[in-house]
């Protein structure tokens, strides 16, 4: 299957032809993994759940989910007996918490309500990313397209990750930082910072 934003890669860098389709499908596969490991987040196009347990220190009201933003939550379970059973006993009502679609926070509404202290002590099932590409805020499709285009540059000059040679002793010297320092500006407005 292409990736999602297959068609808008080819259509901007004036790529015809399917010969190349594998390669730029990995390319922004791995980008896009790239992205979602270095902001602590970010996910782009999704419309599958995922199921996370969290940690707590008892101190907060709130937490972050480790994907954003969030398109909605289904459920949220917290138990602190040993073994954890996030079944129906241990639903939280929806009525008391809030989310930060955004950030990926999810906060207690009453003061003084925290979430339960412990290892894995809640469950969060959500629907992490964006509905659709049009849904991709503009900056976070440039930042992809513009990453995975330095890459594929690199791949059909096959010289990923080298910076220069040196024709008069054969040397060469090689990137140490694989983001390409054009979109990192954008990457650090996405990166989560806050710890829940």
């Known amino acids: 299957m292409a990736h999602a934003f297959a068609a808008e890669y080819k259509a901007l860098y004036s790529i015809s032809g399917n ?10 596969g791995h980008i896009e993994a790239q992205i979602l490991r270095h902001t602590g987040g970010v996910t782009y196009v999704n419309t599958s759940e995922v199921t996370e347990t969290n940690d707590h220190t008892g101190k907060a009201p709130y937490f972050y989910t480790r994907k954003r933003p969030i398109q909605s939550v ?7 007996s040993i073994p954890r059973a996030f079944d129906a006993d ?20 009453a003061d003084g309500k925290y979430w339960l202290r412990g290892f894995k002590t809640t469950q969060v099932v959500y629907t992490p990313g964006y509905a659709a590409v049009a849904n991709v805020p503009e900056d976070l499709v440039r930042l992809l397209l513009e990453w995975a285009r ?8 096959r010289r990923h ?8 002793d054969g040397s060469t010297n090689y990137e140490i930082s694989r983001i390409p320092i054009e979109v990192t500006a954008i990457l650090d407005l996405y990166t989560n910072l806050a710890t829940g």
């Open 19 to 28: 010969s190349d389709d594998a390669v730029i499908d990995s390319i922004l």
């Open 161 to 168: 990750g080298v910076r220069s040679t040196n024709a008069g």
């Open 150 to 157: 330095a890459s594929h540059v690199k791949t059909e000059q």
């Open 90 to 109: 241990a639903l939280v009502d929806a009525d008391t918490y809030d989310n930060d679609d955004e950030s990926g926070k999810i906060m207690y509404l």
């Open 74 to 80: 289904t459920t949220i379970h917290q138990n602190s």
